[in-house]
């Protein structure tokens, strides 16, 4: 028995110095993804396929570590379990001993290797991988950043990106203008203009000076040139690049609601008191900051851009799940828990609530797409401009102004 005891140690010891091997791994991308947590990852009964999110394999490490660790403990204890039933079985021991083993040091051994193991899961891997998330460093930031500030009828700004992204194209004008971006090949890449906008302008609205701000979103490619030039009289123009994609995840019994900022990145008041079933985030309508806002019933990123999502809650405890992204954090009534991943490809799955929240706990799950930058751009903007006939902020601002 002694010698089994000093063997379990051992294994365990063994597994603690293999899980410290993979320490430098615990940063490391798909690509450098380690052959044992890839073919380990099929008999754990993971998603199939690695994780859609540049931070998921390092979960998936620790997770597989974790378990292997639990086989081993499992493994050894069983065996010893046994082999318990067997040595001290009634036939060979009539009468009990309560002494049982005079020496603890097999024992102690045992319970060494164990503790040594599990302490390099928390040194090695645990806190390494839960600094790299909360590090304020390395956490995306919000907002956008300025490229350029365009001259009506000037020279025109030229831009080469060093990587794929979103850039956002911004117009203000009193008069008739319009932005414009080629290519090298001189093609056509995106145009804003504002004519038929400034036709629906009321002279009346008093929100006239920020409904005449308009702007569309756009992606660009890395490594290739591109012209933005602006033209007509007075334009106040620029292009942004958009370095994070910033939504408010909040959830309700029982369903996801996404509420996207729009293209000034600025979100408008809220107020529950005017929380209604056509209304249901409580949005004050008509305010210059919420102008551009919108509201879809799922969660839609695009790939290859930092996603910021603020989770919070209308009623009680939830909790946002996404799998294939590696996703899970509570939603709690009164705070915005930010969380941020990036994407690596397109798909389309599930939000799960994680979280026992009433009677339709079960049934609560949400749409999560994941498109490719030009895909985002579109939908972004046939949701978020006011002046757009068909999008959710055009209806809403037509309801309000009936009301």
Known sequence: MKDFLKLYALLATLFGMFAASGLDTVHANEAAESEFVKKTRPYLWFPEGSPNSE???????????????????????????????????????????YHGFRSKIPTTIA???????????????????????????????????????????GAPHEIEPEEDGLYMLHLDSASTASVAVSDEENNLVANLDNTELLEKLSTQDTL????????????????????????????NASVSKMPTIVVRVIAEQFKWNGLYSGFDGIYGRQEMKLATVENPLGRVPNTAEGLDDFVVEKVVVPEGVSVITHISSKDVIHCFKVIPIRVCQDAIPGLQIPVHFKAKREMKTWITCAQLCGDGHAAMRGDFEVLTQNDFADWWNQNSGWWLKDSPVSKEIATATQD
């Open 111 to 153: 319970e060494g290797g164990v503790i040594l193991a599990e302490v390099v899961l928390i040194i090695a891997f645990a806190i390494p991988l839960w600094a790299k998330v909360v590090d304020a460093d390395k956490f995306p930031q919000e907002g956008v950043t300025t490229e350029a500030t365009l001259k009506a009828n």
């Open 55 to 97: 931070h998921g394999s390092d979960i998936d490490e620790m997770i597989i570590y974790v378990h292997v660790l639990m086989l081993v403990l499992f493994v050894g204890w069983s065996v010893y379990f046994i082999y318990a039933l067997y040595r001290f079985r009634k036939s060979k021991n009539p009468t009990a001993d």
């Open 208 to 235: 006239k000076e920020e409904r005449r701000k308009i702007s569309k979103m756009i992606a660009l490619k890395a490594g290739k040139k591109y012209s933005i030039k602006a033209t007509g009289s007075g334009a």
